[in-house]
């Protein structure tokens, strides 16, 4: 079976991967979005559907006031004796408890999952390996305060979150900065330490040690890095941050992180890769084609041959929000409804815009293509000061908006764009109806606007906008863009509720 990669396309970094049989579970990070740690089910690897969120609840996750960025990071899942666990940091930049590390654990990986257990650790990517004596050791980067760069170890009691040894260096890896995303294996009677070097852009590369012993002392892959596509012109960059999985088959694999830039920008986000992995005759990994993906690839033999399929059309007629939406923060429940008006999402405005470190009234689902169309069916009677729509969203700080508002007594139709400081009305006109289907139409380096009456079948074109000035080059920060609804007072609750009959999202 051939696959392309991303197996997993759009703003799903830092993958981690575990199996339960022939079943194989995938989670990600999420920062400062809600519900956190997307889980993905599949049985070839290749293709995934997700099945849940680990944290879904506020109680396990308190994301309110965090800057963009900051939040859920690294996560890894591991399987043990019926539970699967799932360990992260949740950062906030604030003080001492600036990253904090907690596992949950559940039965079904589909959820509930368990209230957080806070663990006494710190630095950040913790991942756990349960190791055939009973023992259980959790491995993560040092604390950003008072400890040598370079990958730490413990013993730790899960029950507890308490350490059973003294927390140690094992390895400062091969001189690349950041030495993170580390993952603790016992394969052939040695322990292999994986971990990610370069920092998480274009230098990013993947570095292997082992040890007879799981404190070391670790040898360094004499082939290292054994991943990297940094200083090439591969069409995927930034590879990295790897987890090691060994198939049902005995076939060996890694799932890891990479990018897809445009003219050296990336807007996606980091995306899910897939590589093979074999073994040397002196019992190194060696993944991919000599240390590099290709964008296609040969899959397992198990594999199913199955397309993934992103439904295009969301009604909302279910009880619950589908996976694919997430909120920025955690919500406030008063600012929306799928049981209001039955079968349409409800926003109702709320003085918080998309220019605040908050949680507006906001619900959006990732960009997965570069060349895709989003539409939806807004019906709203905007009152002063009052807008909502369709957004294109990387940060407070790096948006665009296309709007029903209420601009000087008027109801029309607007373009906003905001790159940074610079935030401007970049088009628009007078519109009379109260119902309006929005539409924006992506390629590799362009967002065009459009908008017509909802039975009209000719659209307006209202604008244009570059995909590079929502770049992580130019925004900073580790997500990617989304695509939302939204609803807003602009300083004060809005009295008219937004109606959205449906969104639709078409490759």
């Not at 079943?23 to 599949?42: A, M």
């Not at 960009?367 to 002063?384: G, I, R």
């Not at 380096?445 to 130019?474: M, N």
Request: net charge negative.
């Amino acid at each position: 079976m051939k696959f392309n990669n991303p197996v997993i396309s759009g703003f799903y970094p830092d993958p981690s991967i575990c199996s339960v049989g022939e079943d194989y579970y995938l989670v990600n990070s999420s920062f400062h979005y809600f519900p956190g740690v997307p889980i993905f089910h599949s049985r070839d690897l290749v293709n995934w559907q997700q099945i849940g969120y680990c944290l879904t609840r506020p109680e396990q996750l308190n994301l309110s006031n965090l800057e963009s960025s900051m939040g859920i990071f690294a996560p890894t899942i591991r399987y043990h004796e019926g539970t699967f666990y799932m360990v992260t940091t949740l950062v906030s930049g604030k003080g001492d408890d600036g990253f904090r590390n907690f596992y949950v654990h559940a039965s079904d990986p589909s959820g509930p999952w368990s209230e957080p257990v806070w663990l006494d650790w710190q630095g950040i990517d913790p991942s756990l390996l349960f190791d055939g004596d009973g023992r259980v050791y959790i491995t993560g980067t040092n604390a950003f305060t008072n400890e040598e760069p370079g990958i730490y170890q413990a013993e730790i009691n899960l029950q507890t979150g308490k350490l059973l040894s003294a927390r140690q260096l094992i390895w400062r890896g091969t001189g690349g900065k950041s030495p993170e995303g580390p993952h603790l294996y016992h394969i052939h009677d040695q322990y292999y330490l994986m971990i990610s070097e370069g920092g998480t852009e274009y230098g990013h590369m993947v570095t292997v040690a082992r040890s007879d012993t799981p404190f070391g002392p670790y040898e360094s892959a004499p082939t290292n890095p054994v991943l990297s596509h940094r200083s090439t012109g591969h069409p995927i960059q930034a590879t990295g941050h790897a987890d090691l999985i060994q198939a049902h088959d005995g076939s060996w694999w890694a799932v890891l992180l990479g990018i897809r830039p445009i003219s050296r920008r990336h807007h996606l986000g980091r995306e899910t890769m897939l590589a093979p992995v074999t073994w040397s005759e002196d019992g190194w990994p060696i993944i991919g084609i000599d240390g590099q993906l290709q964008a296609n690839m040969t899959g397992p033999d198990f594999g199913t041959e199955q397309l993934q399929v992103l439904e295009p059309l969301d009604h909302f007629t279910t009880p619950e929000l589908s996976y694919r939406w997430n909120f920025l923060r955690n919500p406030d429940p008063s600012d929306w409804s799928l049981t209001y008006r039955p079968s349409w999402l409800t926003l109702n405005g709320s003085p918080q815009t998309l220019n605040d470190v908050d949680s507006p009234a906001f619900i959006g689902c990732r960009q997965k293509h570069f060349d895709c169309t989003v539409s939806t069916l807004l019906e709203f009677d905007p009152q002063a000061n009052e807008e909502a729509g369709l957004t294109v969203y990387m940060n407070e700080k790096h948006h665009y908006e296309l709007a029903l508002a209420h601009v000087n007594g008027k109801r029309s139709v607007l373009l906003r764009t905001r790159a940074g400081s610079i935030c401007m009305v970049a088009a628009m006109q007078e519109y009379v109806g109260k119902e309006i289907v929005l539409e924006i139409q992506a390629t590799k380096t362009q967002y065009t606007f459009s908008y017509r009456a909802p039975h009209d079948k000719q659209s307006t074109l209202l604008g244009h906008a570059e995909t590079s000035l929502l770049s992580t080059e130019v925004t900073g920060g580790f997500t990617g863009v989304y695509f939302g609804l939204y609803a807003t007072g602009n300083g004060k609750t809005s009295e008219s509720p937004a109606y959205f009959d449906w969104f639709e999202y078409q490759a």
